[in-house]
């Protein structure tokens, strides 16, 4: 994203290009010290995701979080920098939000190796499922087998970082819902929603990332906004409406 240039990316319409990938990874710059990523500003980025947007194309950027040394604040920063990506775009621009998977042989995964635990799921490939099998050849070659764990934090700890990754990925069901509590309550409603992640609604779903069992993502998405977001946002009769009509075109009956 620092090498979009609005010459560069009028040349790249004109030449047929439709969409870009940026690797944004975090919006903090703490963070992005510790990668080694280049010192961008969130206005800086958004300057460049407009430029591009401004050309025609669109683009999907990804993020990641549960890096080593990150706080729940860092995270919210990070997710403020997704959902303005995402508004800036007019619902075209797409983002992608991961959980860290350290890989073997990366600097990452060394400097890490006493901090990784694996507890028997695959959130790297979060719809695959394991074997028994699978999982003790996991836990007896960590060496071979880092991406499988995560890198313990204590600002965040991973079943936190799960709960806000399911919140991320799934609130896809509800894209203008999203934009219009985005739109309206910014960092209120960023703040409501991580004060609720602790604990999301379906025990069902967080025994089963795939969400195959008696509550569909869609559903347990559909309840915890419902159910506890809108209440503490206040007054939302707009935003209700819509996500019930949201929900409908799920295929979901009320």
Known sequence: VDAITQDLAIKMAEAGCRRVFFGI?????????????????????????????????????????????ETLSDIKETLTLLLDVKAAGNGRNETHLHI???????????????ELEFDGTDWDHFAS???????????????????????????APTPLLRNIYRLMTNLSYFPDTLML??????????????????????????EDPAGTDELAPVTVIYRFLQERLLPQLGEQKDAGELLRYEYTINGMPL
């Open 129 to 155: 499922r394991l074997f028994d099998a699978d999982k003790e050849m996991i836990n007896r070659h960590p060496e071979i087998f880092t991406a499988f764990y995560d890198i313990r934090t204590v600002g």
């Open 25 to 69: 990874d975090t919006g903090t710059r703490k963070v992005s010290e510790y990668i080694g990523k280049g010192p961008l500003s969130h206005s800086q980025i958004m300057q460049n995701v407009s430029v591009v947007n401004s050309a025609g194309i669109e683009c999907t950027a990804s993020f990641i979080i549960g890096f080593p040394g």
């Open 181 to 206: 509590l985005w739109r309206r309550e910014c960092l209120r409603f960023l703040d409501a929603l991580l004060s609720q992640a602790t604990e999301l609604p379906g025990e069902s779903y967080a």
């Open 100 to 114: 860290l998977a350290p890989h073997p042989g990366t600097l990452m995964a060394q400097a890490n190796e006493q």
